[in-house]
């Protein structure tokens, strides 16, 4: 059986985590290879021995990891070399300095694989709108997680009180217009937990400070926060991966969202786009769903694996790696 090895150097619980738990776990994707999580460095992703047929990377993609990423080729020559996209995207390109730059440091690392995979179409339309990638070599594979856990967590409370954003304190994630915009709602009643670390902190703090309905918190599990939360908020300026507002309408959450990259694929019932990122629509947004009282149906969990599943089977047995009745070997130096 084919052996297939993701590598990584994320040390949180966060999305990536999950994903690459998710691969390693399900039945279906395990019936026809073997996945293995390989915790390396951004910057010498070479400096590991890997016997698989298949390297996938889910690095950040800079232009201090080239090197790494080239001697990672070069010590695999015969391997099949797959690299998932899980930070740029168009919303993240526009906020470059340089996008010049990027786009060239972005086409030299994608001709390093055989293969790239997007999270999202709108992430694989601008990867080819911008001839980052040779169009036969890329495809749209969703990510998905574990989400029994949060299939099972108590309904949300009706009508909704308590708000919750959860991810990392940085301009990407839009907690600093949620502020302003939760600060214009009137509702005494209402609440607003921000769950994350990051540069942002201490300003998110600061702008907080004046309204003692709003609270920010540091890191912890989505679940944790979605187990306080009625409803959640992703004012996101960009957003490759869908997999924060999926876990929330699993758990029966209603999702505020901004539409932008991944986001905009978003669909069913629960769910509430505010593309225009200002402080008007999103206070607007937020009094309305605080008025909300009746409940959302939850996304069905066994449906949600479905696109990933197949999404991963259809594109390994198109590179050839179908499963043996030899068992390959694995090891990591």
């Keep these: 059986m084919p052996r297939i090895a993701h590598l990584h150097d994320d040390h949180t619980s966060g ?27 951004r910057f010498a992703a070479g400096a590991v021995s890997l016997r698989a047929e298949v390297i996938v990377s889910h690095l950040p993609l800079r232009l201090q990891s080239l090197p790494g990423l080239m001697a990672l080729r070069a010590r695999h020559p015969r391997a099949t070399l797959i690299h998932v996209e899980h930070l740029h995207c168009e919303g993240s390109a526009a906020a470059a300095r340089n996008r010049g730059r990027q786009r060239a440091i972005l086409r030299s690392a994608y001709a390093l694989f055989n293969h790239v ?12 709108r911008h001839a980052l990638v040779n169009p036969g070599q890329l495809s749209v594979i969703p990510p998905c997680a574990d989400l029994a856990p949060f299939a099972a967590l108590p309904d949300p409370r009706c009508p ?53 309905r709003i609270r920010v ?46 986001l905009s694929e978003l ?36 449906g949600a694996r479905e696109p990933t599943v197949q999404g991963w089977q259809a594109l390994l047995g198109r590179l050839g790696c179908r499963k043996t009745a030899k068992s390959s070997t694995f090891a990591t130096i």
């Design 15 to 41: 999305d990536l985590s999950r994903y690459l738990a998710f691969l390693g776990r399900d039945a279906a994707l395990g019936a026809t290879a073997e996945h293995h999580a390989v915790r390396v460095s």
């Design 117 to 128: 995979v997007a999270l999202s179409t709108p992430q694989a339309n601008w990867m080819r």
């Design 160 to 212: 909704v009180r308590h708000i919750a954003a959860i991810g990392r304190l940085h301009r990407q994630s839009g907690l600093d217009m949620l502020i302003e915009a939760f600060s214009v709602v009137s509702n005494p009643d209402a609440r607003l937990d921000i769950f994350g670390d990051g540069p942002q902190r201490g300003e998110l703090r600061a702008l907080a400070r004046h309204d003692l």
């Design 217 to 262: 918190h540091g890191s912890t599990t989505r679940l944790a926060a979605l187990r306080r939360a009625d409803a959640i908020a992703i004012p996101a300026r960009w957003q490759p991966s869908p997999l924060a507002a999926q876990e929330a309408l699993a758990a029966g959450r209603r999702v505020l969202h901004s539409g932008r990259d991944s």
């Design 267 to 302: 669909q069913g019932p629960g769910l509430v786009t505010v593309a225009d990122l200002s402080v008007a629509a999103w206070s607007r947004a937020l009094s309305d769903v605080l008025a909300e009282t009746d409940s959302v149906p939850r996304l069905a969990v066994a």
